[in-house]
């Protein structure tokens, strides 16, 4: 192991084995983890707010709980690879037929099937400015071309996307809401646009809609009947809080799951995963408590932030994006009162930070840490 090389061939010539386009590829900036925020300060990890990667901060529902120990036992088998529990739990709540499911480990593994089953040299995805990273690197990673879209109010402008259009472009990826400026376009433009583009696959990313208020909400699950060409993906990573299991879905035309399958890899979700978030399908008092509670936190936080002067960005996810400035140096301020939140300078927003709504606790600990450290 870890013999040296011969000294013909350097490591740098071994990488450039690796496609250009690959190389090109800057890595995706994760939220810090408590556990090495807690080490650089020296403090207990329980005392650190992480505020940074939208996950859910009131843990998990209780039957999902429940079905994870039950689980525990089975772990020496592999799991179904076709996920036949789940995919029938979400045929049933959604009115889609299981062939029309595909199952990733969490929805970015869906997004990737989508690039892996659509994108290549020669070909281009569409998606706008401020909106989720995994777009362009799936695009990237797959040698196409992406056309990122300039933004309207910090959100999609469906008009100019579906203008950028190239003859080359087989995806469009739309989140909605956005990850990280909380944006939402309504969803009679979202079908105007889904129509307006029959010939390219329009990947709906909604890992917020459980967080949409009632009166916004559509069956996206039903569209997917109607249009041929729509990709809706979802997860259990955000209001089911089981961001650290990694499952999501997408639901498409019988025909595009099925290329969408073919490039998956057999067990892409794995046996606990699958078992929980079939379970967290039945917590529906689980979800309502989560939405219930974001709607209060997000009004709080705002509240918060508009009597410390400052302006955000109205969010219909469970984060909020605050314009503070300079934003590297307050986020760093806050890291030393022990709040973890989210810059976006990589997103084209070097003024903002990204705040995931916490607990009533957590959402005050971070506005007292933010009014000390714009004090500073
Ligand atoms: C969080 C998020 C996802 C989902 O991530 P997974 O944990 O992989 O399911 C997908 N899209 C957007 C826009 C997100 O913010």
């Known amino acids: 192991m870890n013999a040296p090389l011969p000294k013909s061939v350097s490591t740098k010539d071994l990488c450039e084995l690796s496609p250009d386009w690959v190389r090109a590829i800057a890595p995706y900036q994760p939220g810090k983890p408590t556990s090495e925020l807690a080490r650089e300060l020296g403090i207990e990890e329980k005392s650190i707010v992480k505020l940074a990667s939208n996950e859910n901060p009131h843990g998990i529902g209780p039957r999902t709980r429940a079905a994870i120990e039950a689980a525990l036992g089975d772990l020496a088998r592999y799991p179904d690879g076709n996920g036949f529990e789940l ?13 029309s499911i595909v199952l990733g480990n969490g929805s970015n593994d869906v997004l990737e099937l989508v690039a892996l089953a659509f994108l290549g040299v020669g070909s281009s995805a569409v998606y706008s400015q401020h909106s989720f990273a995994v777009y362009p690197l799936a695009t990237q990673a797959r040698g196409a071309r992406g056309i990122s879209v300039p933004a309207k109010s910090y959100g999609h402008d469906l008009e ?22 909380g944006t939402f376009v309504p969803y009679d433009h979202i079908s105007a646009f889904i129509k307006a583009v029959p010939g390219c696959i329009v990947v709906l990313d909604e890992a917020y809609n459980e967080y949409l208020p009632p009166e916004l ?3 996206t699950a039903k569209w997917v009947k109607r249009h041929a060409n729509l990709v809706v993906t979802r997860t259990f990573s955000k209001a089911y809080g089981l961001a650290g299991l990694r499952v999501g879905y997408a639901m498409a035309n019988p025909a595009v799951a099925d290329l969408m399958n073919r490039v998956r890899q057999p067990f892409n979700v794995n046996s606990i995963a699958l078992t929980a978030a079939t379970a967290a399908l039945d917590d529906m008092e ?5 939405y219930a509670e974001n709607r209060a936190g997000m009004k709080r936080i705002e509240e918060g932030v508009t009597s410390l002067g400052l302006e955000y960005i109205p969010s219909f996810g469970n984060f909020i994006a605050v314009r503070v400035g300079k934003a590297n140096e307050v986020f760093k301020r806050l890291l030393k009162r022990g709040v973890i ?3 976006v300078t990589g997103y084209e927003l070097p003024e903002h930070l990204r705040v995931s709504i916490g607990t009533p606790e957590e959402n005050e600990r971070f506005l007292t840490a933010l009014a000390a450290s714009l004090r500073e």
């Open 87 to 99: 995919k029938n739990a979400l045929s049933r709540r959604y009115g889609v037929g299981m062939e």
């Open 160 to 181: 100019a996307m579906a203008a950028a259009v190239a003859g080359d472009t087989r995806v469009v990826f739309i989140a909605n809401p956005n990850n990280p400026t």
């Open 217 to 219: 909400r559509v069956d």
């Open 286 to 290: 689980f979800v309502a408590r989560s």
């Open 341 to 343: 939140v989210r810059p």
